[in-house]
């Protein structure tokens, strides 16, 4: 695709539900980041995937929180059992091995 | 372990000032740094990178700098205006094949008031 697309672009659940958000990387991009951002922080690191696979995933805060990607192209960041403190904009991230990092526009999860 | 820095956390300052970001890294060895703009509600948008060879580089009113030797970075904003307000992340590529590829800072926060 034209960019980096995340869907969707909000999302409000209520404690305890599951959710799954979504990321589409440019076309023939390698390298995938997921990041999240909280309320007046930075962004904090969650998983990289260089292909299909995650060779660092030690950002993900818990065993509530997964990646997978398949095909070298979609990836799923899923949370389980949300916490309030899960709320966030989570942004992903793709680039071809070490250049340029192009993101999207970021899923807002808000936990209620 | 591969870090970046970035200081300050958060900066107000006044329309038409400057401000040096700051940024200072562990990753080695070292491809790149970049440095991004990430306005409110948006994805962070690429501003300047910068290779080990390079010193300086300036966009317009934004001037990075970069000392390899002692691994660090700055970004300088000339003549502030309101649509500097954003977040700015400094972003290191090391050239090592295991681990994360492109590390990435927490940014800092930069408010322009009128």
């Known amino acids: 695709g034209a960019g980096v697309s995340q869907s969707p672009s909000n999302k409000v659940t209520e404690k305890g539900k599951d959710v799954e958000l979504r990321c589409d990387p440019i076309s023939g991009h390698t390298a995938l980041y997921w990041y999240r951002q909280s309320l007046g922080q930075g962004l904090e690191f969650l998983i990289y995937f260089q292909g299909n696979s995650a060779p660092d995933k030690s950002g993900l805060p818990s065993d509530r929180f997964s990646a997978e990607r398949t095909g070298g192209s979609v990836s799923t960041l899923t949370i389980q059992r949300t916490q309030q403190e899960d709320s966030a904009v989570y942004l992903c991230a793709s680039s071809l091995n070490r250049a340029e990092a192009f993101f999207g526009q970021g899923t807002r999860l808000t936990v209620v | 372990k591969n870090q970046v820095e970035q200081s300050p956390q958060s900066l107000i300052i006044l329309e038409g000032k400057n401000c040096t970001l700051q940024c200072n890294y562990t990753v080695s060895p070292f491809s790149n740094l970049r440095w991004y703009k990430q306005d409110t509600g948006r994805g962070p948008v690429s501003l300047t990178i910068?290779?080990?060879?390079?010193n300086t580089k300036s966009n317009g009113r934004y001037t990075a700098t970069l000392d390899a030797d002692t691994k660090q970075s700055s970004l300088h904003i000339t003549a502030s205006q309101l649509s500097d307000s954003a977040s700015y992340i400094c972003?290191?590529?090391?050239?090592?094949?295991?681990?994360?590829?492109?590390?990435f800072g927490k940014g800092t926060t930069l408010s322009v008031s009128s």
């Open positions: 910068m290779t080990f060879s390079e």
């Open positions: 972003v290191v590529s090391g050239l090592s094949q295991a681990g994360t590829a492109l590390i």
